[in-house]
Antibody, heavy 125, light 107 residues
Framework: QVRLQQWGAGLLKPSETLSLTCAVYGGSFSGYYWSWIRQPPGRGLEWIGEITHSGSTDYNPSLKSRVTISVDTSKNQFSLKLTSVTAADTALYYC???????????????????WGLGTTVTVSS | AIQMTQSPSSLSASVGDRVTITCRASQGIRNDLGWYQQKPGKAPKLLIYAASSLQSGVPSRFSGSGSGTDFTLTISSLQPEDLATYYCLQEYNYPRTFGPGTKVDIK
């Protein structure tokens, strides 16, 4: 059974860089989108971005200038870096696996079927 | 970016009731939509993918329908364990966008 284990610093000061890593256990690393999602306290879900095993990325334009998602296939891990954090970046951050299937020469997505437990990140001076 | 709206934002229903949640996209997204259930203090869980396909292990009382811009999640007989917030997610293009959520309470 596939499991995602995530970790990273939980308390940051404004202007610092958020850094989180998600490790994939028990399943293939290739053939999926590996995603980061966040949820501010008491609010809804926000998609941050995703990466494939080959390193192809897509980011939310609202965060694109500050976000980098990278992958280490040798360790079956992917990571999130968010620079110049502010209090607005305080949230519960999740990693997740999104299923993708090639249909009629087009990659189609079929849901985020495995999620990490989440990491609370607080930005405070 | 495609905007996703959900209605209602919250509802309260009795055990055994049929519950319907609607999700609308600001432009057509084929059937590239998923439904997620988030219980308090837990990570979201995939219920429905491709608008109407039931994820493995999800109870059959959950069903999804729709295509294009209008989608529906139905719980045929509400159970106490269905207390949660439900989100739709469009997977048609980037950035992927979630609906604002529908909070379901049990009367």
């Amino acid at each position: 059974q596939v499991r995602l284990q995530q970790w990273g610093a939980g308390l940051l000061k404004p202007s610092e860089t958020l850094s989180l890593t998600c490790a994939v256990y028990g399943g293939s690393f290739s053939g999926y989108y590996w995603s980061w999602i966040r949820q501010p306290p008491g609010r809804g879900l926000e998609w941050i971005g995703e990466i494939t095993h080959s390193g192809s990325t897509d980011y939310n334009p609202s965060l694109k200038s500050r976000v980098t998602i990278s992958v280490d296939t040798s360790k079956n891990q992917f990571s999130l870096k968010l620079t110049s954090v502010t209090a607005a970046d305080t949230a519960l951050y999740y990693c997740a696996r999104m299923v993708r299937i090639l249909r009629f020469l087009e990659w189609r997505s079929y849901g985020m079927d495995v999620w990490g437990l989440g990491t609370t990140v607080t930005v405070s001076s | 970016a495609i905007q996703m709206t959900q209605s209602p934002s919250s509802l309260s229903a009795s055990v055994g009731d049929r519950v319907t949640i609607t999700c609308r996209a600001s432009q057509g997204i084929r059937n590239d939509l998923g439904w997620y259930q988030q219980k308090p203090g837990k990570a979201p869980k995939l219920l429905i993918y491709a608008a109407s396909s039931l994820q493995s292990g999800v109870p059959s009382r959950f069903s999804g329908s729709g295509s294009g811009t209008d989608f529906t999640l139905t719980i045929s007989s509400l159970q106490p364990e269905d207390l949660a917030t439900y989100y739709c997610l469009q997977e048609y293009n980037y950035p992927r966008t979630f609906g604002p959520g529908t909070k379901v309470d049990i009367k």
